[in-house]
């Protein structure tokens, strides 16, 4: 079990934080998502240590984008 | 065919306009919902004048509220 924390910027509401949870969550081997909406902070608990990839292209699919990329 | 303009307050983002739309679409008559986010205002048509109760509940069963209420 691995947790990672990342920064999601664009976040604006509750529903941007569902839309982000579930993207993410849907990862294979992920097992817990947290998202903090003031912060865009987002930590993620995984079976195995995700690939930035992975984290990126769902979290841009939910609409949003990693924090510096 | 009647055209009411409201100002809903509270939308930050598409999902928001999504769930007000949804819900102001759902009161019986209504044929069309316009909103503009970055104004609030909500341009709604319907068959015939709509109740400002049936508006209000809608608009609060999205999870927001009419200006002024």
């Known amino acids: 079990m691995t947790t990672s924390t990342y920064t999601v910027v664009g976040m604006t509401c509750g529903h941007c934080v ?5 993207e993410i969550g849907g990862i294979d ?8 909406l ?7 608990t995984s079976a195995a240590p995700l690939s930035d ?3 990126k292209a ?9 924090a510096g990329s």
Chains 1, 2 share one sequence.
């Open 58 to 66: 769902a979290v841009e699919e939910a609409g949003y984008q990693l």
């Open 38 to 44: 003031a912060t865009g902070s987002v930590d993620v």
């Open 18 to 22: 569902a839309s982000v949870t579930e």
């Open 29 to 36: 081997g992920v097992s817990q998502v947290d998202v903090d």
């Open 53 to 55: 990839d992975a984290v």
